[in-house]
């Protein structure tokens, strides 16, 4: 798979049946190896190694529903007390991140209402911090450790 802008990390793939799975962490299950998968492994290991996320503060593929629609956030972060406090979106590291990424990323957060936004294809990072009182979004230099957002 394809170097990101991330350190590198160590991952257990196999192939099964001329596919190849990634075992993800957070699930504790293979998946389906996609190229938005290899970001979204990664970007959690960033998370969890890197900026001390803890990993079962962290929910991959957390469904809800939004005006009647299931939708799936790529990664919510929980903080200690069980509410959410940041969303990320991966794209596959192809994907330009654009407005409409970040338009998708701010419909969920209109359910989720968290205060921190993350957008990733792996090779671009972008994170928010979101006053929803102001209604006003800044965006931060660096992604924040977990004692910061928690």
Known sequence: ???????????????????????????????????EEWVRQNFLKYLVDEKKYPASLIFVEKEFKLNNL???????VYNKTGNPVLVV???????KIDQ????????????????FLIVTNGL???CCKIDSEKQKYLFLKEVPEFVIIS
Do not use: G, W
């Not at 991952?11 to 099964?16: A, H, M, Q, S, V």
């Open 1 to 35: 798979m394809e170097k990101l802008n991330l350190p590198t990390y160590s991952f257990n793939i196999k192939l099964i049946e001329q596919r190849k799975y990634i075992f993800d962490f957070i699930r504790k299950k293979f998946v389906i190896l996609t190229p």
């Open 89 to 95: 979106e991966c794209k596959a590291a192809s994907v």
């Open 70 to 76: 299931s939708k799936r956030s790529d990664a919510v």
């Open 100 to 115: 409409k990424v970040f338009d998708q990323i701010a419909r969920y957060n209109m359910k989720l209402n968290v205060s």
């Open 124 to 126: 671009e990072h972008y």
